[in-house]
């Protein structure tokens, strides 16, 4: 099984948790649109996802699918500024967020905002490139076992760096799997508790750079520190 681990990028908050209404049948709202293929045509058939902005996260958030002419649409919107994502695995697209999209792309994701007196917010989404994966096996360099929690950072510039943590309910039965900017420079920076950061990561950090949409699978030997 492979998990994708939203990142969040350091520059920017969490938004504060709590929950929000993205739909309800009192709401009138309509968010609708295009999906644009890199040739600006429409594409069929691909999953997007409505994501409210500025708010915290206790619902499920609603997904919808391309017609047959690349439309999407989305009824009984609340109130709020939004986004909408492809999120189709399939695709080539398994995670989505605003701040996946801002350390994947380097730009802010289109938005549109449904008041009451704004109901109806057209949006296109344009396709972006198929993010890059990275597939991490840890182990330890001396037993050769796995290692269960490890502090991940990425960084593409100074503004454009994420950090995740790996618990070991995560990593117990999972491999790690990182998006990547694509055909980007990428450093990454790998440590764990009672073990020495990464020797290939010193320093800057190990420079990866993965084609759009492609899968890179590496193993990170980790030596623990001798007490």
């Known amino acids: 099984m492979k998990l994708f681990l939203v990142i969040v990028p350091l520059l920017f908050a969490l938004p504060a948790s709590g929950q929000h209404n993205i739909q309800d049948p009192t709401c ?25 902005l500025g708010v915290g996260l206790g619902v499920v958030l609603p997904h919808a699918k391309t017609d047959q002419q690349g439309e999407y649409r989305f009824e009984q919107v609340c109130s709020g500024r939004f986004s909408v994502f492809v999120k189709d695995n399939e695709a080539g697209y398994p995670q989505s967020s605003p701040y996946m999209y801002q350390f994947l792309y380097g730009r ?19 396709l972006p490139p198929k993010p890059a994966q990275l597939q991490l096996h840890l182990i330890n360099s001396r037993t050769k076992e796995k290692i269960m929690t490890a502090d991940i950072e990425a960084k593409v510039s100074r503004k454009r760096s994420v950090k995740v943590h790996s618990g070991a309910s995560i990593l117990a039965d999972t491999e790690l799997v990182f998006l990547l900017p694509p055909d980007q420079d990428v450093f990454l920076h790998i440590t764990s508790k009672g073990f020495h950061a990464w020797k290939e990561s010193v320093g800057r950090g190990k420079l990866f750079r993965v084609p759009s949409g492609e899968l890179l699978t590496i193993q990170v030997e980790l030596d623990p520190i001798q007490n």
């Open 28 to 52: 009138k709202g309509v968010i609708h649109g295009v999906v644009l293929g890199h040739d600006r045509q429409p594409v069929k058939g691909i999953n997007v996802v409505l994501y409210p």
């Open 108 to 126: 802010l994701a289109p938005e549109v905002k449904i008041t009451d007196t704004i109901l109806d917010a057209p949006l296109a989404v344009d």
